[in-house]
């Protein structure tokens, strides 16, 4: 196995550890936690599609859309505003004057709108990364 390959392992099995996660805490109805997960989750998933494309290391960010518009892949569009909505949480549930804000957003309702979006990223990105 290459080191690009081991690298890409990386990112996609923290992909997986962290959507456990994410989805541990949405059915606990944490959604704030989940959709912090959630992130991590598809940050890890667009660093792995980063490092197959690139075939250099991911930049070190939890920027989801910069990530993203690094990458030469076409037909993004659809996942933008995907992208920007999660990584709101990202910061706003690490921040403890900011966790209120996060807790009034991260209604059941947007937890789920956001995991259906994340898994249609994920199924746009599998044969771009080779996912299982």
Known sequence: MTNEQRTINYWLEGSAENFAKAERDFKARD?????FWLHLA???LLK???VKMKARSAPYTHELLYLAHQMPIKGL???ENFLEELTVFQLEARYPEDFAQAKERATGTKA???FKAFDNLRKWL????NLD
């Open 31 to 35: 959604f704030v936690y989940a959709l």
């Open 42 to 44: 598809a940050e890890k």
């Open 48 to 50: 792995a599609a980063f």
């Open 77 to 79: 569009g659809p996942f």
């Open 112 to 114: 789920e709108e956001l």
């Open 126 to 129: 599998k044969p771009k990364i």
